[in-house]
């Protein structure tokens, strides 16, 4: 098993480019997430997904946007890339019906905005 | 709303010595916990959870946590720290900051340093 895919693992975009971050699963998870990873901040839920067709809000949404359309893929849109941006993103999944359970993450793609 | 703690962002300990890293966490559900490590540029790989069974958990790398519902606290210990063992490591807890049921809210991380 591939476990969570990300691509790409280093991106530099300038102000105002637009892109789209890549994350697939291969496990039939049902839940999949975005996080951001800052400096002295943790990690920080933008999105996540209970389903194909279902996503939702996290705690940091704003300017970033997502959709379902199957059970693998989960992508991370930046519409218009600001230096507040730059973070390590992660992808994060798990299987809701077997109840709480660890989450599996990838392995990071770290964007920087100039 | 869910909150987590961690007292120290870095923590340095001799080979050999013990671990201890400190959480404490807020929620507003049954809380289920967990503590990740991340490894220099690479994600999150999951050290063990607590999930409402038993309160003392163990987990991979000889690492084990203690629940503690009166002191609202979930720590991590190890015996005999390992250069290995030297890595960033995130308390989480089940839920996030606006109020969902889903997701992780994590702490702000501890680095943990050995000296050899």
């Known amino acids: 098993n591939a476990g969570v895919t990300q691509t790409p693992k280093f991106q530099v975009l300038k102000t105002g480019q637009s892109m789209t971050l890549q994350c697939a699963q291969d496990?039939?998870?049902?839940?999949m997430s975005w996080y951001r990873q800052d400096p002295g901040m943790g990690l920080r839920l933008i999105h996540y997904s209970v389903g194909a067709g279902i996503t939702d809000q996290g705690e940091v949404p704003n300017g970033y946007n997502v959709s379902r359309s199957t059970t693998e893929d989960f992508p991370l849109r930046l519409l218009s890339a600001a230096p507040s941006q730059t973070s390590v993103y992660f992808c994060?999944?798990?299987?809701?019906?077997?109840?709480?359970?660890?989450?599996?993450f990838g392995s990071g793609t770290r964007l920087t905005v100039v | 709303a869910q909150s987590v703690t961690q007292l120290g962002s870095h923590v340095s300990v001799s080979e050999g010595a013990l671990v201890l890293l400190r959480c404490n966490y807020s929620?507003?559900?049954?809380?289920?916990l967990f503590w990740y490590v991340q490894y220099p540029n690479q994600g999150l790989q999951l050290l063990l959870k607590?999930?409402?069974?038993?309160?003392l958990v163990k987990g991979i790398n000889g690492f084990e946590a203690e629940f503690k519902k009166s002191e609202t606290s979930f720590h991590l210990t190890k015996p005999s720290a390992h250069m290995s063992d030297a890595a960033e490591y995130f308390c989480?807890?089940?839920?996030?900051?606006?109020?969902?049921?889903?997701?992780?809210?994590f702490g702000k991380g501890t680095h943990l340093i050995i000296q050899p």
């Open positions: 989480a807890v089940r839920g996030y900051s606006g109020g969902g049921a889903d997701g992780l809210t």
């Open positions: 929620s507003s559900v049954p809380p289920y």
């Open positions: 994060a999944s798990r299987r809701i019906s077997l109840g709480v359970d660890g989450y599996t």
């Open positions: 496990m039939n998870h049902e839940y």
């Open positions: 607590y999930t409402s069974a038993a309160t």
